[in-house]
């Protein structure tokens, strides 16, 4: 009789590792589920930080546009516009 106490113990292990190996299965797989949202969402975020980048500089104003070196200096170009020449001349002899 001492073979059906062993029988006892053997099923009664086999069911905990059953119940155990099913709950760690989905303790991972949300894990894992979780990990791709988190992915997705900070994709996602970095695509629209980079649209409002181009978004502004493709709507700044013209003078927000002019950054330096820009600045048109032929005075025979439709767009030349004396106030800024005349500024980065004085920024560039002090």
Known sequence: MASTGVNVLRYSALGAGIFYGLYHQ????????????????????????????????????????????????????SRFDLEAYLKTLSKENP
């Open 26 to 77: 989905a303790k991972l797989s949300t894990a894992a589920k979780l990990s791709a949202i988190n992915r997705e969402y900070e994709h996602k975020q970095e695509l629209i930080e980079k649209a409002k980048v181009e978004y502004s500089k493709k709507n700044a104003p013209p003078s927000a546009k002019k950054e330096g070196g820009d600045v048109i200096s032929d005075p025979n170009d």
